[in-house]
């Protein structure tokens, strides 16, 4: 699992695409504080190698984020830091700049 | 760095309200205090120094964002620039003119990081994060460049998010001398000694010793007013942070997997444990010595830790010779 820099944008806002490992999962998506932690706001898409594929469009900062794979919130491998989110948890952390 | 795009505004969404809310409204307003500790010895060539104080300008130029930095300089080392005139220069002309120079009777980069985020301290506010930066790091290599262009995450992460500290991470692979040390040593030691806040501390960060942080003035504040430990003042905090509920969260700031800049000798490595179990001994009396029995508690996880540490010399011996 892991994210790749997308083309920049205008108003400082940066395309990402995040990229989960989940090829036996039947459902994937992402969620964090850019997307309210929505499970339905942004499902990612198979892609052909069994990876799950989405770019998101993010302001420039640091975000919060998870996978929701199969129902259950999964931590990027990949991701460049670990921080908390209100509960609690651990999530993933991405900066965008 | 783009400065202007690392503070720009972004917008969040509150998980329960559902609503949607200016980035800007949950940030604080307060200053970041980049805090540098000079390194102890002269380096042979001021390409890194010179590297990281081109960053340091450029905060000091952006009174916005950044306090004014600061530069702990232990007084030997600034003696012996006497017989040194190019780093005299440096120290004159570069460090003093796009930071303010702490002078301070140190025993060890700890006791320099006190001297610093004390003085930073002093200046800041309520909202304001301090930001270590350790002046001994190869910044004027491919890897050292990475790690200053990531560095500015961690008062940021800070700042924006909320959290309390930030540690910054280098990764190594598993038989660099740092992984070693932390895994046979500062967490094993850890286990022995605090073993549910080392488990907490380990699912927040696999470099407890790391010098590369950033505090939020609230933490800071309650650590500077205890006792401030000479070696590994990272992990006291960590357990500070633990033990208190603060929260902690860890970014990577670059790889050293196949450089041998990171590699520490085999007398250094032992020396480092060695400390460690020193700290984590009076760290465990100070938190339990009010209570009945302890001294019988000690001596039994002081023979453990004993082993521990035997344990952990003779994998450093084997892997580090």
New interface residues.
Partial sequence: MSISRGQYGAH?ITARNFICVAPQAKHVSVVG??????RSANPMQRGGDGNWVLRVD???????YAYIVDGQVTLDPKA???????HGE?VS?I?V? | MDSGAMKSPATKRSPRSGTSAPFSSKRATGRIHPVITFPFRHPANLDDLGELYSLVARFDADQQTYARPITVMDCKTRAAMVKSPRHLKFRDRIAARHSDIVDAWTVDTCQMWYSGLGAAFERGGPNDVYWLIPGDFNYGSCMGKEVLSHLHDLPEICDELQEDVCIGEIATDHNNSKQLIDTYGTFALLYNWFPREAQAIRSCTERPRSEFFAVRHGFLKDMLHRRWYAYEQTVVMLLHAVIEKKTISRYLVGNISDLPEGRDSLSSAMQQVERTERVLKSFWREQHQEKAAWSEHYRQLEAQSEQVRRTALIVLENLLK
């Avoid at chain 1, 504080?33 to 929505?38: A, E, I, L, V």
């Avoid at chain 1, 993010?58 to 919060?64: T, Y």
């Fill in positions: 400082n504080d850019f997307n309210g932690w929505n993010l302001k420039h900062g640091h975000h919060r460049m830091g670990i921080a908390r989110d209100d651990r952390l900066a700049s």
